[in-house]
């Protein structure tokens, strides 16, 4: 085959792949929202994205900035600079997502804004989801105001509690069902009793200063707790209780005192007398006090048979200390300040003033200054004339004085606002072409220029949202418009997204209308509908969907579709997803009928999601995929992928591929619909793609990672694409890619990151690599830059050698806080090597542009 056949073999190859393969999703953005929510006591801001991706890695750059890598795994998207923001408020900061234009087979980046970047953490989610998690940071979030039985004030008085639930043993205590959040301004304690001869374990809730207050709270949580019970204390005060036992679930406030109770109140709470401390050496031994009071963050299950003996408890607390200061030591604030609670569950031992200050100072690192200040008075209490003493009032000094946020109010006035991005880029480019051909006696010789990209790309990203006593709504617009000056290029606009979402903050109603991205349910990736959906118990909901699929470019044929999903979240306090069901027409004939299932289990730094989709009508799988992440203690991050689909998706619509018609109906004039479906299982392939990689910390400064990917696509027939006739392609075999980085941050300033790259490509016809290296410094406090170099190289099996190199230059500079100035040039020159030819290309790409947050 002359190389040249196969060079434009190669290229068609690849123009099919994101035109055709994935041709149901062309035109999704990369980015799709940006929403924030409480989960316990953090904040978590959700990136969401409009194609499935796996995450990779993340690096902090400064004390505001963060980069985020990771691997869009289809050919979804358009390419553009991309923006999604949360504008900031009163209290909460604000965070600014980017997503810059940058080359799609490699490694893609994110860059996000954000204050204390340093404390965040990061966890992937499904595979359209990245979560930042903000310790401590719900006190941050605005609160909605809402009747006093859904957000209940703290009552003054003291004489009802109400008994959430009883245990056997404290194993069972721990594991109890975390409290509602709007319970958190609440005290929540346990308490020892004796029962029908029988220890019992109590976790109670309080306290209220009437009955009706507590029948109020009573009313809601008994759907959590169904044996919980109002109990009345009379009017005794609360005594300081001299029990030394933890809370009984993850992510509730700290234990509290528990009253003693009167007399005749039969299985009341009763007070637990103090841990012995004989054996603890006097200079370490704890005050007869209650164990420190724990935050309310997540704490670690404990061992199936909690230390009893003074032995086992010092052997116990020794191996949890020393964890604690591994995770120190490796900046994994959130694994030492577990560990450290482990220690501090414990009877007084020899490691428990150590404990206490290094808790504090976990807290501290990670962020939660709240915490850590709490942590750092408890130490004084307890230990006033401690080894670490004085330097525990040290860091109370540095952390000034606390920050007391404003209490909310229930007569808050509702919230209106208007916010997103307004951005407008020229994009332009340049290609020479220089070739030469060998003959018998001459070197013919010619030369070809032109200009092959001139636009103006104009996006808007627009969020009005109004917010009530009882609703929380949004009305999004996401536009795109490209001004084409080439006659050889057409212009166009995109609208990306025009929807109204409806969440009741008072009833469990939730709705979506207008166009939209289908995230999950097996929903369209893009369509005009809606989406309604309704509690049915506390962890359960049903939703409905119904609309027509939106494509880019449009095609003659009218599809509709209409599902539903069985959504189910936390159960076992881990594991979310959904069952669906999704029936799609074309013009009056069946196009896909499937039902699925989608699994995200997330427990401690281990994160796996699982998509099944079986079309029952074609009793075919059309997507089999399992994705997981694993992160160690050492913050070693493993990331694994196995992905198995037809690509696209197999519907009845796929019959058009290769045809001189987009219409079904059309197709249905000459053919059967038997034979128009059997043409649409013949011009879908199937898709495999595996991944296996890790990053590990090498340094405060360094992590280094390595992957290796595999990848096969099925035979592809001969289609036509934007009128252009694509031949016939086989399989691409197996193909198999290795890849590795090291990533510097901060290596000659407070804001740098340097990646180094290396990859290897090993395929049935070809064989090449790549050398990258990519860098980001942040000059002053409104300048950034970003140089890249890439060099490729890649011989085939006919003997034919491509070498390309590959700079660039990205520049930002932030004029204010909410308006940038963007450019970005590349230059890549390319020279191809046959038997009997040579091509030389150098091609000039840049853009330059400006956007504005509002």
């Known amino acids: 085959m002359p190389w040249r056949a196969l060079i434009g073999k190669i290229a068609f190859l690849l123009l099919m792949l994101s035109a055709v393969l994935f041709s149901a ?9 940006l929403t924030v929510f409480q989960e316990r006591s953090d904040a978590i801001v959700r990136i969401t994205f409009g194609v499935r991706i796996q995450y990779l890695r993340n690096a902090i750059v400064g004390d505001d900035l963060l980069e985020i890598y990771f691997q869009i795994l289809s050919a979804e998207g358009v390419t553009i600079t991309e923006t999604r923001r949360i504008a900031p408020s009163a209290t909460f900061p604000g965070v600014e997502v980017t997503y810059p234009l940058q080359p799609r087979f490699q490694p893609q980046k994110l860059t996000i804004r954000i204050a204390k970047a340093r404390a965040l953490r990061v966890r992937p989610g499904s595979n359209r989801e990245i979560d930042l998690i903000i310790p401590d940071g719900a006190r941050l979030l605005p609160r909605a105001p809402a009747p006093a039985a859904v957000e209940p004030a703290r009552e003054t008085a003291t004489r009802f509690v109400i008994r959430l639930e009883s245990f056997r043993t404290l194993d069972d205590m721990r594991r109890a069902p975390p409290v509602p959040g709007q319970y958190s301004n609440f005290d929540v304690f346990t308490s020892e009793a004796r029962r029908n001869g029988r220890t019992e374990y109590d976790v109670l809730l309080g306290y209220f200063g009437t009955e009706e207050a507590a029948q109020r709270a009573h009313r809601l949580l008994v759907q959590r707790y169904p044996l919980a019970e109002i109990i009345d204390l009379g009017e005794m005060a609360p005594e300081p209780a001299q029990a030394a036992v933890k809370p009984a679930a993850p992510a509730v406030p700290s234990p509290k005192p528990a009253p003693t109770p009167p007399v005749a109140t039969p299985a009341a709470p009763l007070v637990i007398p103090p841990s012995p401390v004989a054996a603890i050496p006097p200079a370490v031994a704890a005050p ?9 963050s ?24 020393a964890g604690a200061r591994a995770a120190l030591d490796a900046g994994s604030n959130a694994v030492a300040t577990d560990r450290l609670n482990q220690v501090l569950m414990l009877p007084p031992n020899s490691h428990s003033q150590d404990a206490q200050e290094l808790v504090g100072l976990a807290r501290e690192r990670g962020g939660e200054t709240a915490k850590a200040r709490a942590e750092y008075e408890l130490y004084l209490r307890l230990f006033p004339d401690g080894a670490g003493a004085a330097r525990v009032r040290a860091r109370l000094a540095e952390l000034g004085a606390p920050d007391v946020p404003p209490a909310p109010r229930p007569d808050r006035a509702p919230v209106r606002a208007v916010s997103g991005t307004f951005s407008q880029y020229y994009y332009g480019g340049r290609s020479k072409i220089e070739s030469a051909f060998n003959t018998p006696t001459t070197v013919d010789r010619s030369s070809f220029a032109a200009t092959d990209q001139s636009s103006l790309v104009t996006n808007l990203d627009l969020t009005v949202r109004n917010r009530t006593e009882s609703s929380d709504s949004r009305f999004v617009l996401r536009d795109t418009d490209s001004a084409s000056f080439l006659s050889t290029q057409e212009s166009y606009n995109r609208l990306t997204a025009a929807y109204y979402d409806y969440r009741g903050l008072d009833n469990s109603l939730t709705a979506r209308i207008g ?10 990736s893009r369509f005009d509908g809606a989406i309604a959906g309704v509690g049915l118990a506390e962890r359960w909901r049903l939703n409905a969907a119904v609309g027509a699929p939106v494509e880019y470019p ?9 599902g539903t999903s069985l959504e189910f979240e936390n159960l076992g306090g881990a594991l979310s997803g959904n069952i669906f069901y999704i029936d799609q027409r074309v013009d009056g004939v069946l196009d896909r009928r499937a039902v699925g299932n989608e699994m995200r289990y997330f427990r401690g730094g281990t994160s796996l999601f699982t998509l099944l989709d079986y079309d029952t009508s074609y009793q075919e799988w059309n997507i089999t995929m399992l994705q997981g992440t694993w992160q160690t203690e050492g913050r070693t991050t493993l990331n694994l992928l196995y992905d198995r689909r037809k690509a696209p998706l197999l519907t009845t619509t796929n019959a058009i591929f290769g045809q001189p018609t987009t219409s079904i109906s059309t197709l249905l004039q000459s053919l059967t619909p038997e034979q128009v479906r059997q043409q649409a299982v013949d011009v879908t392939a199937t898709a495999t793609q595996a991944l296996l990689g890790f990053t590990t910390p090498l340094s405060t400064k360094w992590q280094a990672g390595a992957d290796a990917r595999y990848t096969n696509v099925g035979a592809l027939p001969a289609v036509v694409v934007n009128g252009i006739a694509v031949p016939a392609q086989p399989a691409t075999g197996d193909i198999y890619t290795y890849g590795v980085q090291a990533i510097g941050s901060n290596l000659y300033s407070s804001r740098d990151t340097n990646v180094f790259s290396a990859t290897y490509l090993d395929g049935p016809t070809q064989q090449g690599y790549q050398l990258a290296f990519n860098n980001l410094s942040l000059i002053a406090a409104h300048w950034t830059v970003e140089p890249s170099l890439r060099y490729y190289s890649q011989k085939d099996t006919q003997q034919v050698e491509l070498t390309r190199w590959s700079p660039s230059l990205r520049i930002t500079y932030q004029v204010r806080d909410n308006v940038a100035l963007e450019s970005e040039f590349n230059w890549e020159q390319t020279r191809t090597v046959g038997p009997a030819s040579q091509d030389d290309t150098r091609r000039t790409f840049y853009y330059l542009g400006y956007r504005w947050n509002f």
């Open 554 to 562: 449009a095609i003659d044929s009218h599809r509709s579709f209409w």
């Open 298 to 321: 997540a704490i670690p299950a404990p061992t199936p048979t909690p230390p009893t003996s003074t032995a086992e408890v010092e052997a116990s607390a020794a191996e949890h200390m």
């Open 515 to 524: 166009r939209q991205t289908g995230l999950a349910g097996g929903l369209p």
């Open 288 to 296: 007869p006090l209650p164990a420190p009071p724990r935050a309310p």
């Open 25 to 33: 999703a062309a035109g999704a953005e990369v980015l799709d929202e």
